[in-house]
Nanobody, 117 residues
Framework: QVQLVESGGGLVQPGGSLRLSCAAS????????MGWYRQAPGKQRELVAS???????TYADSVKGRFTISRDNAKNTVYLQMNSLKPEDTAVYYC???????????WGQGTQVTVSS
């Protein structure tokens, strides 16, 4: 059993920054991969970034160089630092966690990020 709770979303101007947090609780030792997804209105949910327990990271091409995913094991928290934000980044951002081969991964409730002047 794993619970994921996102926070840190809000309204920011283009070019601004925001840091999202995902606090994990429960049987977190079962999780080997954590990631951030986002879903904009009328669009499918897409992978933004992921990080493994070994520290390997992946990023969507659209956010490379602007977003950074990190993990603080002491706090059982995963972060997504978002810089140089664009209106196209507006979406609900979701945290997820699991292992390769799992059918169902854990998901947070989502946090809204709005980039607008």
């Amino acid at each position: 059993q794993v619970q994921l709770v996102e926070s840190g979303g809000g309204l920011v101007q283009p070019g601004g920054s925001l840091r999202l947090s995902c606090a994990a609780s429960g049987s977190i030792s079962s999780i080997s991969v954590m990631g951030w997804y986002r879903q904009a209105p009328g669009k499918q949910r897409e992978l933004v970034a992921s990080i493994t327990t070994a520290g390997t990271t992946t990023y969507a091409d659209s956010v490379k160089g602007r977003f950074t995913i990190s993990r603080d094991n002491a706090k059982n928290t995963v972060y997504l630092q978002m810089n140089s934000l664009k209106p196209e980044d507006t979406a609900v951002y979701y945290c997820n966690g699991g292992r390769e081969g799992w059918i169902n991964w854990y998901w947070g409730q989502g946090t809204q990020v709005t980039v607008s002047s």
